[in-house]
């Protein structure tokens, strides 16, 4: 059996409107897609990245620094996958 | 936001009938003018009781019911839609019903501290606006009001009351400190002149609705409830941003004309909605209007239609507690055709699925793949009991008139065969109990997936009639997903293979003398009028406010400039291309329609 793993990486929020209402979905729709806890922090603040409202709470603006931890048997390929579409600008730049 | 200086002194005003004219943000274009209606929606009465512990686990399946029963009322809301950034947004909001970490601090509540199902949403509620409020940013701090906005409908879901409809009369501006997108979507049946709010901004999910919807709206207009009174004549200036309450009488007139030119086009062709659609060479196109259980029966007929080209009877099964009976089938569908007669009424059969599901049915669990999996007339076939009492029932309403059974998603003749073996079942079972029912009911097919085009010569050999579904037939030759951010660019009606497929089509029915419709969205945008007729497709199937527009673009043309047109258009490599060209012709023959033409005409091109 595959045993749990944890990635943890730091990203920047770089599309203009930050994690947004339809930025956050797309995050929180493609966290949901994996067997792995996972969460963001930022500042003294973490969240559960499959909770929508969590990552809205967050308020991230353009330009705000997170960490991305995902834990469990697909960490690495979680992370991957996020981490990508974070730095993609969730499509809109 | 900033009252114009000198007419308005800074306290008092509220009793002086002087014109007042506030500034705010443009956010939806138009003018409208009228009547004030001011909403007052006073604050839900929360029921703070504590529970007996044995009541935990039921006040945990009521919560988990309530955030159902809402999140399917804003399904039933954004079904109502046309496809555009609307629906994303209620899209969002019910993903926040759905989420883990407020199910889990909610359900903590009820747990530990024993408080009611009411007592803990609204708590959580209250906890996660304290959050936001925090945000330095102003749109994360405006997401405040959709979490005030859910946890109302939530808690009035859990007292048992439908969350009250703001019922404004048609032609008010309506004025409210904000309005939920739900609440924006509803007033866009309604037919309000204009819209303002005190709070939100450009991105507010009000504005985004209203425009999309097309309602001149103005937001952020700060302190408007307390200057205008409902009943008060208001001037909503959403080009400009502008709000003028008790407007000067010469200015009204003026701004009347503004608004009479906006709306001149739009009128003539309403006024126009009843002559039917023929071509100026005389060939005549059959214009019919899509119609669900949730929206006004009158609307196709308001509207011109020639029918129900598209009723989508999957509404029937959604947002309540019990199945519809064959009783309700025969009832609702007989009320439909009683209105359309002697226009044909077409029924979709049950259209359900894991992507649009009903608590009543059980779906498969967490499909990896919706839009493949256990749906429509697949789910019909295997819940057969269900599918045979709504087939009674429609046979049974077909003696009152002209109903055709439309059956949805058939992909083979072993499907479109096992459909019919159970029309002829039903028929046998009314037979047996001695019900009236009509012999002779039309029964035809969705044409929906690559395969059902391909081989629709061999479909066109055992139905009546053919139904071009063009947004699943788009989403399942291109495959994509058009709700998907990511790659909704690549959702283009104009791609070859799909212009290949409904010509295809068209001739298929054309050479078995089976008519052929067209009943998806692009039926109702008016780029692609010319293109559809130019392929042989005469029946087209809209959203009824979509009727007019199209009928006078039709009766504007001819059918030869259309078929060459589209000659024209099959020749491109690409949906670029296609587009282009399609786009350039429209707008050179019909700006005005395609600038006042139906909600995703005005949402760029393809």
């Known amino acids: ?29 493609l966290a949901n897609k994996f067997q792995s806890d996972v969460f963001l922090t930022k500042g003294e603040t973490e969240v559960n990245a499959k909770s929508m409202l969590g990552v809205l709470m967050l308020a991230c603006a353009k330009g705000s620094k997170v960490r991305l931890r995902c834990v469990g048997v697909d960490a690495a390929a979680c992370n991957e996958a996020l981490v990508k579409l974070v730095r993609a600008g969730f499509g809109e730049l | 936001m900033n009252e114009a200086s000198g007419e308005f002194s800074a306290s008092g005003g509220r009793e002086a009938p002087i014109r007042v004219e506030l500034s705010g943000v443009a956010a939806s274009s138009g003018i409208g003018i009228g009547v004030a209606f001011v909403v007052d929606r006073r604050r839900v009465q929360i029921p703070r009781t504590k529970i007996e512990r044995e009541q935990i686990e039921e006040e945990t399946r009521r919560v988990q019911d309530a955030l159902r029963a809402v999140r399917q009322q804003i399904e039933a809301i954004k079904g ?19 989420d883990p970490d407020l199910i889990e601090r909610t359900e903590t509540l009820i747990r530990e501290e024993l408080r009611c199902a009411e007592w803990a949403v609204s708590t959580v509620a209250d906890e996660i606006h304290e959050m936001l409020d925090r945000a330095d940013d102003a749109y994360f701090r405006e997401r405040r009001s959709d979490i005030i906005f859910l946890s109302e409908r939530v808690v009035l879901a859990l007292i048992g009351e439908n969350t009250p409809e703001i019922v404004p009369p048609p032609g008010s501006v309506v004025i409210a400190h904000d309005l939920s997108p739900a609440d924006t979507a509803q007033l866009h049946r309604l037919q309000v002149a204009g819209i303002v709010t005190a709070a939100g901004g450009k991105t507010s999910h009000s504005a985004i609705m209203a425009r999309s919807l097309q309602i001149p709206a103005v937001v952020g207009v700060a302190g408007v409830l307390g200057k205008v009174q409902s009943g008060e004549p208001v001037v909503v200036d959403g080009v400009r941003g502008v709000v003028i309450v008790r407007p000067a009488a010469d200015e009204v007139v003026s701004r009347e004309g503004e608004r009479d030119r906006y709306n001149a ?3 003539r062709v309403q006024r126009e909605h009843a002559f039917p659609a023929i071509t100026q060479d005389g060939l005549r196109v059959v214009t019919r209007a899509n119609l669900a259980i949730t929206e006004d029966i009158e609307l196709g007929s308001r509207y011109g239609a020639e029918g129900i080209g598209l009723f989508r009877s999957e509404y029937m099964y959604m947002n309540r507690e ?11 569908a007989k009320a439909v055709i009683r209105r359309y007669t002697p226009y044909p009424v077409i029924v979709r059969t049950f259209d359900l699925g894991s992507d649009k599901p009903s608590k009543l049915v059980s779906f498969a669990k967490n499909e990896a793949n919706p839009a493949m999996g256990l749906r429509s007339i697949r789910l019909a076939l295997r819940e057969r009991e269900l599918f045979l009492e709504q087939l009674r029932g429609l046979l049974r309403a077909a003696v009152h008139g002209p109903l055709r059974i439309m059956l949805p998603l058939v992909s083979s003749i072993e499907e479109l065969e096992d459909g019919l073996e159970a029309v002829e079942e039903a028929r046998e079972q009314l037979e047996a109990a001695g019900m009236a029912y009509a012999s002779e009911v039309p029964v035809g097919v969705m044409i929906e997936t690559p395969a059902a085009a391909l081989i629709a010569d061999l479909l066109a050999a055992r139905v009546d009639f053919m139904s071009i579904g063009t947004n699943d037939l788009i989403q ?4 994509v997903d058009r709700d998907n951010d990511d790659v909704d660019y690549l959702y283009q009606p104009l ?6 497929l409904i010509r295809a089509v068209a001739e298929a029915g054309a050479r078995a003398d089976v008519p052929v419709s067209l009943c998806g969205e692009m039926a109702a945008d008016p780029r692609y ?22 009928k006078h673009i039709i009766r504007g043309s001819q059918a030869a400039e259309m078929r060459a047109l589209c000659e024209e258009v099959l020749a491109s490599n690409s949906a670029r291309d296609a587009s282009a060209l399609v786009v350039a012709a429209m707008r050179r023959r019909f700006p005005e329609h395609l600038r006042h033409g139906g909600g995703a005409a005005s949402e760029g091109d393809d």
């Not at chain 2, 019990?322 to 609702?332: D, G, K, Q, S, W």
């Not at chain 2, 399942?476 to 495959?479: I, M, P, R, S, V």
């Not at chain 2, 809209?542 to 527009?549: E, I, R």
């Open chain 1, 1 to 29: 059996m595959n045993k749990a793993q944890e990635v943890a990486e730091e990203v920047e929020i770089v599309n203009p409107l930050g994690l947004h209402a339809r930025a956050a979905s797309k995050l929180v729709s």
């Open chain 2, 80 to 98: 109502r839609l046309p496809h555009g950034e609307h629906r994303q947004i209620l899209k969002a909001q019910q993903m926040m019903l759905r």
């Open chain 2, 265 to 267: 086009f739009e009128e």
């Open chain 2, 322 to 332: 019990a199945l519809p009976t064959e009783e309700e089938h025969y009832r609702t």
């Open chain 2, 476 to 479: 399942y030759t291109l495959a």
């Open chain 2, 495 to 500: 791609h070859p293979a799909i212009l290949r």
């Open chain 2, 529 to 550: 009028t010319w293109v559809l007729v130019g392929l042989g497709i005469t029946e087209l199937s809209m959203s009824p406010s979509a009727v007019p527009v199209i």
